[in-house]
């Protein structure tokens, strides 16, 4: 069966605008969950998407915001780009129904602000 | 790689060998575990995973170990591959929609 997909694979933008990214899950996966990566911080818990509802919530400003619709795709978006928000965006997709824990990753979206 | 930072501990070893990659947690109250494997360009894949009421599991080559009261997770590679190359990263919950991961070791296995 076809795995996470993201697009798109790698995007710049400019500082001050926004840019909106997609995940599709894999087939049957309810739960979508949302890491931004940097060499920095490394894998940091932006947020998590059941049944189209927000079930839980990193610690990333408000600029950071997602949504999911009745097929389990979901996109997140990022407002009033900085040139820290630069980073790899990955989306992970699992059953979430408790059981099933396993989470699927995508490859990522790598943003560049300049 | 897409996940390596500057400052990424490496564990150098050589194909055959055994590798083991350590990780400290820092929630007593996470009781589900996972190692995630990262090659370059990827995104991370589930290597294998640890309950909080185990203190050890084997898969394929693989072996997690949970040390909870130190806090402690290592993930043991037999005879690692040049393939086993890769970042190494463990992540913790105790809300299995929401992981907290680690910074992460890169492995390279010298031929």
């Known amino acids: 069966k076809a795995g996470v997909t993201q697009t798109p694979r790698y995007l710049i933008k400019t500082r001050g605008q926004q840019v909106t990214l997609s995940c599709s899950p894999i087939?049957?996966?309810?739960?979508v969950s949302w890491y931004q990566q940097t060499p920095g911080q490394g894998l940091q818990f932006l947020f998590e998407?059941?049944?189209?509802?927000?079930?839980n919530k990193g610690n990333f400003p408000g600029r950071f915001s997602g949504r999911q619709f009745s097929n389990s795709r979901s996109e997140m978006n990022v407002s009033t780009l900085e040139l820290g928000d630069s980073a790899l965006y990955l989306c992970?997709?699992?059953?979430?129904?408790?059981?099933?824990?396993?989470?699927?990753f995508g490859q990522g979206t790598r943003l560049t602000v300049v | 790689g897409e996940s390596v930072g500057l400052h990424l501990p490496t564990l150098s070893v050589q194909e055959g060998d055994n590798s083991i990659i350590n990780c400290a947690y820092s929630?007593?109250?996470?009781?589900?575990f996972i190692w995630y494997k990262q090659e370059s360009g990827k995104g991370p894949q589930f290597i294998i995973d640890?309950?909080?009421?185990?203190d050890k599991r084997q898969g394929q080559r693989v072996t997690v170990l949970l040390n909870k009261t130190v806090k402690h997770l290592s993930l043991q590679i037999a005879a690692t591959q040049p393939g086993d190359s890769a970042v190494y990263f463990c992540?913790?919950?105790?809300?299995?929609?929401?992981?907290?991961f680690g910074s992460g070791t890169k492995l390279n296995v010298k031929p």
């Open positions: 992970a997709s699992s059953l979430g129904d408790g059981g099933n824990t396993e989470a699927f």
């Open positions: 087939s049957g996966h309810r739960s």
């Open positions: 998407y059941f049944s189209e509802t927000q079930r």
């Open positions: 929630n007593s109250a996470s009781d589900y």
């Open positions: 640890i309950r909080s009421n185990m």
């Open positions: 992540a913790e919950t105790n809300n299995f929609n929401k992981f907290y």
